[in-house]
């Protein structure tokens, strides 16, 4: 996550060692230790597993977000970087995920509207066919036979539901 890269950076700007600064940042974060990516890494290498080894099966396990950070800094761990090309590394990783942080609150943000629309939209088609039905004695009628109840209304609730999931996961993926 972004805090734990901030904390290795700041670690490794202190003049820890990489394994130093992991360690540091594993224990200022919170949550559960299970679901944490760094506490397997560093398991792994202490069971003797080589660091850059250790990180890339961690980041195997890991949430989607904290893999690209993962395997960058097995890369740097394999290409042996000193201490300082470390730290700027993990800055710059620090930045790309601030900026990723912050476009996705953007895009949650100016998505908010479609999503009120879309439950709006599922919403107004009901509400107009029960108007529909109540004020146009033909369209009861229809709503009310063999056809209404079996085709009419079963295929609009489908397709009403079919609209809300699509549009739902196109506003999710745009989010990320």
């Known amino acids: ?5 901030r904390a290795i950076r700041s670690a490794l700007a202190s003049g820890a060692g990489l394994v130093d600064a ?3 940042a594993e224990a200022a974060t919170p949550g559960p230790i299970a679901a944490r990516p760094l506490t397997s890494a560093l ?3 202490g069971l003797g597993e080589p660091l850059d080894q250790a990180l890339r099966i961690a980041a195997s396990g890991a949430p989607a977000h904290a893999r690209p950070a993962l395997l960058t800094l097995a890369l740097g761990v394999e290409e042996r970087l000193p201490v300082p090309q470390l730290a700027a590394l993990v800055g710059a990783m620090t930045d790309r995920q601030a900026f990723e942080d912050e476009l ?3 895009v949650r943000a100016r998505t908010g509207g479609t999503r009120a629309q879309i439950w709006l939209m599922a919403a107004l088609v009901p509400l107009l066919s029960t108007y529909l039905a109540l004020t146009v004695p033909f369209v009861g009628e229809t709503l009310a036979s063999d056809l209404g ?5 079963p295929g609009a609730a ?7 999931v699509l549009a739902g996961r196109a506003v999710r993926g745009a989010v990320g």
Do not use: I, P
């Open 22 to 24: 992991l360690r540091r």
């Open 104 to 106: 996705r609150a953007d």
């Open 158 to 164: 489908s397709l009403e539901l079919v609209g809300v």
């Open 149 to 153: 109840r079996f085709v009419l209304l």
């Open 43 to 45: 398991g792994a290498f």
């Open 1 to 5: 996550s972004g805090d734990q890269l």
